[in-house]
């Protein structure tokens, strides 16, 4: 895989929750097979590994604002694609 992008932010070196440099990349739209499509799309955002883990360990707000946030950008920027036709779910 090439250099990952992000159609979210453009700044991946960066912790999006605190501001400490991201040691790994968050797929906002995860699961079995909705990190691929996230990838293709460029749904990501960079966090520490401690947020990332924080994220991932329970069903919490931060998640349901990058869910969110990689909605809108996604419609904004695919306004020809449907997110819940590609996705299943609404998260706005």
Same mark, same amino acid.
């Given at each position: 895989?090439?250099?990952?992008?992000? &159609?979210?932010?453009?700044?991946?070196?960066? @912790?999006?929750? @605190? /501001?400490?440099?991201?040691? %790994?990349?968050? =797929?906002? &739209?995860? /699961?079995t097979a909705n990190k691929r499509? +996230?990838?293709?799309? $460029?749904?990501?955002?960079?966090?520490?590994? %401690? $947020?990332?883990? %924080?994220? =991932?360990?329970?069903?919490?707000?931060?998640?349901? =604002?990058?869910?969110?946030?990689?909605?809108? +950008?996604?419609? +904004? $920027?695919?306004?020809?694609?449907?997110?819940?036709?590609?996705? /299943?779910?609404?998260?706005?």
């Amino acid at each position: 895989m090439g250099k990952t992008i992000s &159609i979210i932010t453009s700044d991946l070196t960066t @912790c999006k929750v @605190c /501001g400490r440099p991201a040691t %790994e990349i968050h =797929h906002c &739209i995860h /699961g079995t097979a909705n990190k691929r499509i +996230a990838d293709k799309y $460029h749904l990501v955002v960079g966090l520490c590994s %401690e $947020h990332h883990r %924080e994220l =991932h360990d329970s069903n919490n707000q931060m998640d349901r =604002h990058f869910q969110k946030l990689a909605q809108l +950008a996604f419609e +904004a $920027h695919y306004p020809n694609l449907n997110f819940k036709e590609i996705f /299943g779910r609404n998260y706005l």
